[in-house]
């Protein structure tokens, strides 16, 4: 199975008078652009179609549903353990059941830092370590059977200047870029 952790796009600043609530602060206009940019380059390093799971709050969702658009995969599905804050202990019995459902598929996680760079060091390494992604950026992760802590193989870093520039890119013939 493969785990594809993707930070959401550029949100607004956080602004009390604007959004009293940080979960309601959406990406920007410039941040959807970016985003869309950035996933259009995940579609050329994607084998087959992805799901795709949210945190609640709206720059998430956002960016999953740009995602989901430029994809071609399902609607994405809302996990609150991928909230600001959440817990990775939590999300692992959830990618445990998917694994068992479809296990050569491939999850992409967008949420927030720092918890997703926390939760990619958790997953392959036996320290405390993180792997922080900057906004539109992802990482990917290998598992031999269903995804555990310390047990993940790095694929792949990218940021999002990277991502953008592999969407930007002209395909030449059919097959892999």
């Known amino acids: 199975m493969q785990v594809i952790l993707f930070r959401h796009g550029p949100a607004g600043r956080p602004d009390v008078s604007r959004w009293p609530d940080d979960h309601a602060r959406p990406l920007t206009p410039r941040g959807e652009e ?9 579609a050329r390093l994607l084998p087959a179609e992805a799901a795709i799971w949210s945190s609640p709050f709206a720059r998430t969702i956002r960016t999953a549903e740009i995602l989901a658009a430029t994809l071609g995969s ?10 600001s804050g959440g817990s ?10 998917a694994a068992a459902e479809v ?19 958790s997953l392959m390494l036996e320290s405390t370590g993180a792997l922080p992604l900057k906004k539109a950026g992802a ?7 269903p995804p555990r802590m310390n047990d993940g193989a790095l694929d792949w870093f990218l940021p999002p200047r990277l991502l953008r ?8 013939g059919q097959g892999a870029p």
Request: charged share 20%.
């Open 139 to 145: 990482c990917a992760l290998t598992f031999d059977g």
């Open 165 to 172: 520039a592999l969407g930007a890119r002209k395909r030449s």
């Open 74 to 83: 399902a609607p994405p599905r809302t996990v609150a353990a991928l909230a």
């Open 103 to 121: 296990p050569e598929g491939t999850i992409i996680l967008v949420g927030h830092e720092p918890d997703l760079g926390r939760l990619a060091g």
């Open 88 to 97: 990775a202990r939590a999300l692992l019995p959830l990618l445990a059941t």
């Open 34 to 42: 970016k985003t869309r940019a950035a996933a259009k380059g995940l």
